[in-house]
């Protein structure tokens, strides 16, 4: 071994690993040299296992099997909201699902983003993962807001769009939010808000109100984009500014309380439908590496992105462009700034779900300037991590699901079930090369569901829309394409033929592919509902029968991500056949709630 592979040893970073379907990958020495001048200077990683340490094991939802729906919020439709789904549609939406015998409502991250550039919205790339996006603010619902101060013809113009608007959302959001900030007196968060806050939410409020400068200058809203004085959180022009601009400060401290305070209102109203979990919130493998979140933080890798490896879906393998923290940072500090975004995220939580899971183990790094296939895998310390994950479970009573999909490495399930870290069980990726795993054969320490925000929906995987989609978007090969679109019908009787062998279907129904029938789509809810898995979570896009996926990984500008809407409000979902049905069959399974 050479020098610089011996030190990229030391440091955790990987010479070589085992991709999906067991494929060995060599690293490139130039990712090697790269990812150990990132690191340096840094003290070896101490050795250690995958395994969880003695007494360290999170919160676990107590009661009978329970079930929810997960929700990507900001594609609700409502005849009050602004053109985006918000925090008052949620309550909303709880008083529904409990009704309805749900325990939870899964979200989308609901982290803060770039206000001083709204088209960035993709949920899993946030400013900072520790406070809220203020466009989920009901803006009709706080304190000093009168009607006069937004235009409706505006409003319903935001509304009738089939894809949200978020530059449009933001610009009005924002003057009404500020028009009833001022109409207040405007006040600043109050005491308890800001010490909870602490310098992380100042330095948040700071980024905000810096960033709207730049773009108003003409930069970018990101940091690392900025002229070189205004890089420096802690430097002359930046404390200048934040004494001559104290007032926008305080409006950027204020709007997080805002949401806070409506989130809050949103778990409330999920207990008082009698709801045992509430919301179930999810949080971002990492952030965006010119966000506030890295704006000034020593513990946080400059010139690494997080990605993940070539797998079945995506041959070149995928560039997330976010900031790892640092791992080295991570075992100084016993993970004190991840327990502390922990904390911050479950306070308001009865669930929370952890995008990539296999992040408090390793994480694949991708130097600047590099292909996500050079990449290669890092480690945390995991007992560090696990501690701090557990400390803030326990503290606020909040389950926690690990995302555990893609290159999973073996033992890390195992540690997560020690570790009280419910796994995720998707029912696309559980079978083997013919058939789907029964019901029965489920893990009973996981949550179940048909799919994901970065899968088809029920209807569009029936359809076969993901592999030409796919396709379209050259993610795969055309031999790849063809032999994924030649697969699915096969696919498509696969699991008919489980819902028949599970009792679920009278007689297999014909397996087309322009659309599921209802029957099929009850059945596959209703298959997943009678396994063992403590959680199971049905889609609300599955149950408005929608077509369309609401992302498609690895396509930025190409694909309009996170913007979809549902096709119809939330009136006429519920009032659907399918959200009847589906719902009725799945509390028929799983009449309890959890604690």
């Not at 070896?44 to 997960?70: F, I, N, T």
């Not at 696309?428 to 019901?439: A, I, K, V």
């Not at 979570?537 to 500008?557: C, F, K, Q, Y």
Request: glycine fraction near 10%.
């Amino acid at each position: 071994m050479n020098d610089i592979g011996a030190r990229a040893r030391a440091l955790g970073i990987q010479l070589d690993y085992e991709g999906v379907g067991g494929t060995r990958h060599e690293v490139p020495a130039e990712t090697l040299e790269k990812l150990v001048a990132a690191f340096e200077p840094a003290p070896a990683m101490r050795p250690q296992a995958l395994e969880a340490p003695d007494g360290v094991r999170c919160h676990l939802p107590e009661g009978p099997p329970a079930w929810g729906v997960a929700v990507q919020l900001y594609q609700i439709r409502t005849a009050r909201n602004w053109g985006i789904g918000d925090f008052a549609d949620l309550e909303t939406l709880a008083a529904i699902l409990g009704g309805e015998g749900a325990s939870f409502i899964g979200l989308n991250p609901l982290h803060a983003m770039f206000l001083a550039d709204p088209a960035r919205c993709s949920p899993f790339s946030p400013s900072n993962r520790r406070f809220l996006n203020p466009l989920y603010i009901a803006v009709d619902r706080v304190e000093g807001f009168a009607p006069d101060m937004a235009d409706p013809q505006e409003i319903a113009r935001l509304q009738a769009t089939d894809l949200v608007d978020y530059p449009a959302v933001a610009a009005l959001k924002l003057r009404a939010l500020r028009a009833a900030w001022q109409a207040a007196g405007t006040p600043d968060a109050g005491d308890a808000f800001r010490a909870q806050g602490g310098d992380d939410l100042d330095r948040h409020a700071l980024f905000e109100a810096v960033s709207a400068h730049m773009v108003a200058g003409g930069h970018g809203a990101g940091w690392r984009g900025w002229p070189a004085e205004w890089q420096d959180a802690e430097g002359p022009a930046v404390q200048a500014f934040a004494r001559d601009h104290a007032p926008d400060l305080a409006f950027h401290r204020w709007m997080q309380e805002q949401a806070d305070r409506q989130l809050a209102r949103a778990q409330e109203a999920c207990r008082a439908a009698g709801m045992g979990i509430g919301l179930y919130l999810d949080i971002a493998v990492g952030e965006a590496a010119d966000g506030s979140g890295s704006w000034g933080r020593p513990d946080v890798l400059a010139g690494v992105r997080i990605g993940a490896p070539p797998d079945y879906f995506n041959e070149k393998g995928q560039d997330w462009g976010l900031a790892p923290l640092s791992p080295a940072a991570m075992a100084a500090t016993r993970a004190a700034s991840f327990g502390t975004l922990m904390d911050g995220v479950m306070r308001r939580a009865g669930a929370v779900r952890i995008d990539h899971a296999m992040g408090l183990w390793q994480l694949f790094l991708i130097p600047d300037g590099a292909d996500a296939s050079t990449g290669t895998y890092a480690r945390y310390p995991l007992d560090d991590m696990l501690r701090a994950l557990a400390h803030a479970s326990n503290r606020h009573g909040a389950a926690v699901i690990g995302e555990d999909l893609g290159n999973v490495p073996p033992g890390f399930r195992e540690m997560m079930e020690d570790a009280g870290i419910l796994s995720y069980r998707i029912l696309f990726f559980e079978r083997d090369e013919t058939d789907f795993l029964p019901p029965q054969d489920y893990p009973a320490h996981a949550l179940a569901c048909l799919s994901t925000h970065d899968l088809p929906t029920f209807q569009g995987w029936w359809r076969s829309d993901d592999v030409r989609l796919r396709q379209e978007f050259d993610l795969i090969g055309e031999d790849t394409g063809r032999e994924q679109a030649n697969a699915r019908p096969a696919e498509r009787q696969a699991l008919v033929q489980a819902l028949t062998d599970a009792g679920l279907l009278p007689e297999s129904p014909e397996v087309a592919g322009d659309a599921a029938p209802l029957a099929v789509v009850v059945a596959a809810h209703r298959y997943l509902a009678r396994t063992p898995c403590r959680l199971m979570a049905a889609r609300l896009e599955d149950l408005a029968g929608e077509t369309r996926p609401v992302n498609l990984p690895s396509t930025e500008d190409e694909y309009p991500n996170w913007r979809p809407k549902l096709g119809l409000t939330l009136d006429d979902i519920v009032a659907g056949e399918p959200f009847r049905a589906i719902t009725q069959a799945i509390r028929s399974e799983r009449p309890g709630t959890a604690d």
